[in-house]
């Protein structure tokens, strides 16, 4: 199902990590359905090819090259956001890195520091740059992406540092979602499976084939077979369902979607 073209219209939506993967399926999304988007990326020439494209097709973006580990580059890309458009709904926090794995005893702090600033630290400023903005709304929507991974999977040989920074998020969404509800600010959290970005060809592994005991799946690892399910535009659809108004009663909540691969390996 593609949602309606005009369901967002009028809706203001910062998505971070929109240069490729997830986000920039999560950007295109929104700003075909009519919301204006900030795409807030460190790969400032991916951001700007992602940005022509949309708006070749019709969508309203600006670009906001920066990172989630700066709180200031978090604060302009907002300020941004509002004197272009006045205002802010929806804030999609994606961005993220699978980081270091490797055993435990081989992780550096400074691995360990990396992942967990740009996943677990880069959502909590995202959100915190965001608040003010979303609460002069009146109302709105956060989405933090977070994953199979440290919620339902722990089978992710040498992925303790990524484990810790995706749960940290979905108890984090939830302490969000009871402390703004009286704003009206509505936060969920969605988990992924595996989909198809270039995130795992971005992962640095060392001495991870002994670490997990043997364990016989059954053939293949994902129920729902079908290929095409494994799209980012699946995740796009969700956040979209969640952004707009008929998710409205929707808060504190953590949705999977994986065709039921964590139903297997979890």
Do not use: H
Request: overall charge negative.
């Amino acid at each position: 199902m593609q949602p309606p073209i005009d369901s967002l219209v009028g809706k203001c939506a910062l998505v971070t990590g929109a240069a490729s993967g997830l986000g920039m399926a999560i950007g295109r999304l929104l700003a075909a359905c009519g919301a204006k988007v900030g795409l807030f990326d460190r790969d400032e020439e991916a951001l700007q090819r992602v940005g022509i494209e949309i708006e070749k097709d019709g969508g309203t973006v600006i670009t906001l090259p920066g990172d989630v580990t700066s709180a200031d580059d978090l604060a302009a890309a907002v300020e941004a956001i509002k004197a272009n458009w006045g205002r802010l709904d929806i804030v999609v926090a994606n961005a993220g890195i699978n980081g270091v794995w490797a055993p435990i005893d081989e992780l550096t702090p400074e691995e360990w520091d990396q992942t967990l600033d740009v996943n677990l630290k880069g959502a909590f400023q995202t959100l915190r740059a965001s608040i003010p903005t979303l609460k002069a709304a009146g109302a709105g929507s956060v989405i933090f992406i977070s994953s199979l991974v440290g919620n339902r999977v722990f089978n992710m040989a040498g992925a303790s540092a990524y484990a810790a920074s995706k749960a940290g998020i979905v108890a984090f969404g939830k302490a969000s979602a009871l402390e703004l509800a009286k704003d009206n600010i509505r936060v969920n959290v969605i988990c992924p499976g595996a989909f198809k970005t270039n995130i795992q060809g971005r992962t640095i592994c060392r001495n991870r084939d002994n670490l997990n005991p043997p364990v016989n799946y059954p053939e293949g690892t994902v129920p729902l077979k079908t290929d095409e399910r494994r799209n980012p535009e699946k995740v796009a659809q969700l956040v979209w369902f969640l952004a707009s108004d008929m998710a409205n009663y929707i808060t504190g909540t953590e949705v999977y979607i994986d065709g039921g691969q964590s139903l297997i390996v979890g």
